[in-house]
DNA sequence: AAAAATTTTGACCAGTTGGAAAAATGTTAG
DNA sequence: CTAACATTTTTCCAACTGGTCAAAATTTTT
């Protein structure tokens, strides 16, 4: 029997599974950072089904058998960008201390939250694009990790109310309510640019919202001066 | 030169530019109808490029050159189902009344938003899928006609504030923050779905969220019985 | 019931898509 | 230098894509 051709780099790991995995060249690893990076923009806008090989590999300047090379199919590289994405998008939420005051943590957390929509649009419209197409490839992770983390800070807020250190609210809907608020600048950028034009439409519409998300948060809608409404 | 073979239903009409157009037929409004509903299904989730003709040809149940009778390219159904869904969209938006108290008129919009995002998902997911793409499509309605909107509504948020009867704040971002909210039901549902779980995640999720959102926006997160803190 | 118009179907097409195979070209350790 | 390996390119393919076309089936009008 001829020795198989070696298609991929790890192909000899994986012929035996315990055998230690040789290092990534450094040509692989730029390559396949380049890759996702290209994947990123592609995936980003248009989702999966969208998106065609032949488009990442015109972004990341290569040809698509060799993009074909470094990742064999094209739900290979929408994992690994999933999977990334994943951990750098909870680590705010993870980041809320129980052992803090609320409405720093709070803020804080908005703050970091809206600085992601700032600082990685792409990654937030490739989180929003799985979850319009009822996230058929990170469903499992939500109902588990995510959900796992959620009650755990639900329950912290739930402590803060309780002592009344915070309005007695939901606190899922409190953290979907931030999610949303934030993310919105990522995933309808193009929404919030044509409302707000060109003069207002700069990056300062990122510190008008924190500004804004904190008053509403921090101190809701009623003025201050009146008391509350009934009804 | 023999008569030309009449593909579509409005060929003659389009032939002579003035002539009346001859009413669509009962077939041809049902048949049209059901395109579009099925072309919602389909679009709603993949976004235009990730969803085929074919795909919406199998849930509407017909054939392809069948569907491609009443529209003869996949662009037209996506135009009609858009331009309808402007329409739909802003609705809730006009009926913001000056001449109406903010809280009350803040509330019922809320309330309408939440609605639609319980009652057409699918709806809230096509339009979230243009934002994502960049609203190819959309932009100049945007910038136009949305943005016309926005700014008059502004303005009788501008006019509440200066009354006292509203904190004073962005009344852009207040808009945004609550279009983000409320689509949020819709757009992200599975995630809202798999973080509260099989009992928390029923029907009763948009009632939790309607009371949570009516006390953000109305009463906001600091404790009515403590001073708002400094810093 | 015939004629005219509308609707549906089946066969087809050119371009695109995800991917395979193999040959050609670099790169590196001994 | 050269053998072993890593990378890239060329060629190819079967399935799918949006869309056409003529003929057949059906419905509507006269």
Redesign the pocket.
């Known amino acids: 029997m001829p020795p198989k051709?070696?298609h991929k780099?790890d192909a000899k790991a994986a012929a035996h599974p315990h055998a230690k995995p040789?290092p990534l060249?450094r040509?692989?690893r730029e390559?396949q950072d380049l890759i996702l990076e290209a994947a990123l923009d592609v995936f980003s806008m248009h989702g999966f089904r969208g998106?065609?090989?032949?488009q990442i590999a015109e972004v990341a300047g290569?040809?698509?058998?060799?993009l074909?090379?470094y990742f064999?199919?094209?739900?290979e590289i929408h994992r690994r960008l999933m999977s990334a994405l994943l951990d750098t998008w909870l680590a705010p939420l993870k980041e809320m201390d129980a052992t803090g005051d609320p409405f720093p943590e709070i803020r804080s957390y908005i703050r970091r939250k809206l600085e992601m929509a700032r600082d990685f649009p792409r990654e937030s419209r490739l989180f929003a694009n799985e979850m319009l197409q009822g996230a058929p490839r990170i469903i499992e992770m939500l109902e588990v990790d995510l959900r796992n983390l959620v009650d755990e800070k639900a329950q912290i807020l739930l402590g803060w109310m309780d002592q009344g250190k915070l309005a007695h609210t939901d606190p899922y809907h409190l953290i979907f309510s931030i999610w949303a608020t934030t993310q919105h600048y990522a995933d309808f950028d193009v929404q919030v640019r044509a409302v707000l034009g060109k003069d207002r439409g700069g990056e300062g519409r990122f510190e008008d919202a924190a500004r804004y998300l904190e008053q509403l948060f921090l101190f809701g809608l009623t003025p201050r001066s009146t008391a509350p409404r009934k009804s």
């Open positions: 051709r070696q780099a040789r060249t040509i692989q390559k998106s065609t090989i032949d290569m040809s698509k058998p060799n074909l090379y064999p199919r094209k739900e």
